[in-house]
């Protein structure tokens, strides 16, 4: 079923026109048999014997088949022609629902979400019951009618699917099986054989027309994810760029405004593929919900090794740029620890992190990201070239929660793990449950930062120094003993003022926790040193 940004966003034009050209198509072929007879009208009586009954018979042969073909073709226009109708309708159901609600108390986000106006903007005398009530009829209506548009539009993918399928005469060949992308479910050796399976053709033939199923399958060599990707960065900005539009049209400035966010991320994520050293490939992008995107720095599938940095709350497509810079500094960081090592360094923005502190509580979060994240780091080592390739995943803040999560898995997903100013990987045992040899388990968190505060009980008491708690949000401190971490040192960083300091409003920024990738520092020469598969110095 199409989504209500996919809906709202296609054309079905596309669709009259291919009509127009099978309808000509038809046109031509009915004009090619009234050819062929008028081509032997003069033979007609005086060519006879066996030759002539053997020409008439191969005359009667193909015009019998451009007469079906024309039929074909018109009976192909007739039903793309309904289809652009279905849709058209489709649409127009969305928009009257979506047009339909009561600007004073409803509004409609850009992904289909009826939401309560920001402003509820009451009659005068009115109680906030009529507004509440308002709202819940606009909700329960266009909801309804956003969902049957959605179906109707689906059920017309699924019949024209079917009725032009139903033309094509039997025999006739299709695509080559070995160029539908395996499904989901198929492990990244799996996916990593039928790419290998294929000809140079068939692998750009596959980029072409799924680039949305190759860019996201692991085991596919990164330069051929990259390309697909690519793809998807420049429609989905087009898409982006259109979907704006009809809310500047439709005066929602509120949700115009959060597709302009998600361009800036785009633009960031297309920056950085345009500049040059390390050269990055895009792993993987979408701008499904808050936006999604794996960009890494350097070629992971010829790296010696390549470090996985999964960053933490609040991250999403729209502010990517400075995780972006921290997979630079990581590469900067390898290479200083060790200048004839390749490393390469992954920006992975493959879930949907909290957006705020208070969210950050709940494990949901690091659940639904643990599959796709070990997945991901399977895929390394299925794409990889030449001798094994040395990972090393890192987890930032509740980053670091994921990878717990991950690693928890069957399976190591990574031959280094390390947690960065973490509130706790998942662990009941510390390194007894994330499945990586405890030597090459690492831990870090500077002594003024608030992370050590994020306790069940106490999100975020900034207001003195930060003494060590044994158990953080999401179970055991890694940098605790009893957790069994290496811990390696990080600058300390300052205090902060208290979250709730009146004389301090909008000025709660938690720098210390953003400046382990600071250049230079201890913690950015640790990182270094891991990811080459050297211990820290102190």
Do not use: C
């Amino acid at each position: 079923m199409p989504t209500f940004a996919e809906l709202a966003e296609i054309d079905p034009t596309q669709w009259l026109h291919q009509a127009r050209g099978w309808e000509r198509l038809g046109h031509d072929l009915t004009a090619q048999a009234d050819g062929l007879d008028a081509a032997f009208a003069p033979l007609v009586g005086t060519w006879t014997g066996g030759d002539a009954r053997a020409a008439h018979a191969d005359r009667d042969r193909l015009r019998a088949e451009l007469t079906a073909a024309a039929d074909r073709s018109a009976t192909a226009s007739e039903i793309l022609g309904r289809h652009a109708g279905a849709v058209l309708a489709a649409q127009k159901r969305m928009t009257d629902a979506v047009l339909g609600a009561n600007p004073a108390t409803t509004r409609v986000g850009a992904d289909g979400t009826v939401l309560p106006a920001e402003w509820m903007i009451l009659p005068p005398f009115t109680s906030p019951a009529f507004g509440l009530t308002s709202f819940v009829t606009d909700l329960a209506r266009i909801t309804r009618e956003i969902s049957a548009a959605l179906e109707d539009a689906a059920r017309s993918d699924r019949e024209t699917t079917a009725a032009l399928t139903a033309l094509v005469p039997a025999g006739t060949a299709g695509p080559a099986p070995a160029t539908v992308a395996p499904g989901p479910g198929t492990s990244p050796a799996g996916v990593r054989g039928w790419w290998d399976s294929l000809t140079p053709a068939a692998r750009d033939r596959a980029i072409a027309e799924q680039p949305d199923r190759v860019g996201a399958l692991d085991g596919v060599p990164a330069v051929a994810r990259d390309a697909a990707n690519r793809l998807r960065l420049d429609a989905g900005r087009d898409q982006l760029l259109r979907r704006r539009a009809r809310l500047v049209e439709r005066g929602d400035t509120a949700a115009a405004g959060q597709i302009d966010e998600l361009l800036r991320g785009v633009d960031a994520v297309g920056r950085r593929l345009r500049a040059g050293e390390p050269p990055a490939l895009l792993l993987g992008f979408d701008i499904d919900g808050p936006g999604h995107a794996i960009v890494a720095m350097g070629n992971p599938d010829t790296a010696e090794h390549v470090v996985t940095y999964v960053p933490g709350t609040t991250a999403r497509l729209a502010a990517i740029e400075t995780d972006l810079h921290r997979a630079d500094a990581t590469v900067s960081a390898a290479r200083a620890a060790d200048p004839r090592a390749g490393t390469a360094a992954v920006t992975w923005l493959g879930y949907d992190a909290p957006p705020d502190i208070a969210r950050a509580a709940a494990t949901g979060y690091a659940e639904r990201a643990a599959e796709p994240l070990a997945r991901f780091q399977e895929g390394l080592r299925a794409s990889h070239q030449g001798a094994p390739v040395h990972r090393t995943l890192v987890g930032h803040s509740y980053g670091s929660t994921v990878a717990g999560y991950a690693a928890r898995r069957d399976g190591p997903v990574a031959e280094d793990l390390v947690l960065v100013a973490s509130p706790g990987a998942g662990t009941r045992r510390g390194v007894a449950d994330l499945n990586t040899d405890p030597e090459h388990v690492w831990a870090t968190t500077a002594a003024n930062d608030p992370i050590r505060q994020f306790a069940r009980t106490d999100l975020m008491g900034t207001s003195a120094p930060f003494a060590q708690r044994a158990t953080l949000a999401h179970g055991l401190d890694p940098t605790h003993p009893a957790f069994g971490a290496r811990v390696f040192a990080s600058d300390p960083g300052t205090l902060l003022p208290r979250p709730d300091d009146p004389s301090t409003p909008g000025n709660e920024s938690a720098g210390t926790h953003s400046r382990y990738w600071d250049q230079g520092s201890r913690s950015w020469e640790a990182l270094g040193r891991i990811s080459v598969g050297r211990p820290p110095t102190g």
